[in-house]
T-cell receptor
Framework: GESVGLHLPTLSVQEGDNSIINCAYS??????FIWYKQESGKGPQFIID?????DKRQGQRVTVLLNKTVKHLSLQIAATQPGDSAVYFC??????????FGRGTSLIVHP | DADVTQTPRNRITKTGKRIMLECSQT?????MYWYRQDPGLGLRLIYY???????NKGEISDGYSVSRQAQAKFSLSLESAIPNQTALYFC????????????FGDGTRLSIL
């Protein structure tokens, strides 16, 4: 059967702090990883991606780190703002080109 | 993403009814997907289509069917709805590039009583 009503992991931070959201992935053959942001009432939106031949990639206020040894991905958000409050999903993708999504982490930013 | 439009946005219906959720896109992407999202869970893939003549089952296709009427349109049907199909449904598109990221609609909230 399926699980329902699971509580999402939650990260609460103060405005201006840096946030780090972690994700463990399962498939050692995955070669491409993506972070999505989902705001309330909206669909997921692409934030940043990284290929498996890299261990770090930076965007505007966001950095993704990849540790293939322990199959771990993290998203760092600098100077977190209230508008960053959302659910963040990591996704991994292998040869099928179909991503597999994690459960998500809820980020709450307090003004 | 306004380029991916889902209708209806909300639907309440009864057990046993046939329901169709529609998705249209103006991004010109060949690939389209239907996902289901339940509270506290990630997105689970129901069906996907890489072009108009291509339909593939995803992780949880039982109880669902799809139709790819055109490059821009991909509809999801529940032939006989049951309460545990109550969920948030998302349509997504992507292009054919190796790094083709998915673009999502804003979802359809479906409640089956």
């Amino acid at each position: 059967g399926e699980s329902v009503g699971l509580h999402l992991p939650t990260l609460s931070v103060q405005e201006g702090d840096n946030s780090i959201i972690n994700c463990a992935y399962s498939n050692s053959a995955s070669d491409y990883f993506i972070w999505y942001k989902q705001e309330s009432g909206k669909g997921p939106q692409f934030i940043i991606d990284i290929r498996s031949n890299m261990d770090k990639r930076q965007g505007q206020r966001v950095t993704v780190l990849l540790n293939k040894t322990v199959k771990h991905l993290s998203l760092q958000i600098a100077a977190t703002q209230p508008g960053d409050s959302a659910v963040y999903f990591c996704a991994e993708r292998g040869g099928s080109y179909i991503p597999t999504f994690g459960r998500g982490t809820s980020l709450i930013v307090h003004p | 993403d306004a380029d991916v439009t889902q209708t209806p946005r909300n639907r309440i219906t009864k057990t046993g009814k046939r329901i169709m959720l529609e998705c249209s896109q103006t991004k010109g992407h060949d690939r389209m997907y239907w996902y289901r999202q339940d509270p506290g869970l990630g997105l689970r893939l129901i069906y996907y289509s890489f072009d108009v003549k291509d339909i593939n089952k995803g992780e949880i296709s039982d109880g669902y069917s799809v139709s790819r009427q055109a490059q821009a349109k991909f509809s999801l049907s529940l032939e006989s709805a049951i309460p545990n199909q109550t969920a948030l449904y998302f349509c997504a598109t992507s292009d054919n590039r190796d790094r083709g990221n998915q673009h999502f609609g804003d979802g359809t909230r479906l409640s089956i009583l």
